[in-house]
């Protein structure tokens, strides 16, 4: 588990904290599960754009985790 925060940042958002987790996939030994979650409060723009933002953020991370393993870069 790996928790985080991000105390000042160009995105809409305060108050964030994040966590994610690497566990072992029960169904398959060759795959591992990537649980990412956060927390935190709008910050100048509607919930729902702060939201977008975060989503866009976290989805951006994954698409290069995956990238990284399937080039052989991940360790």
Known sequence: LYRYAILESP???KNYEAQFALTPDDDDEDEINFAWSAVFDA???PDKEARDVITGIFAAGLDNIKKLVAD???K
């Open 11 to 13: 995105f809409p958002v």
């Open 43 to 45: 910050d100048g723009k």
């Open 72 to 74: 052989g870069k991940a």
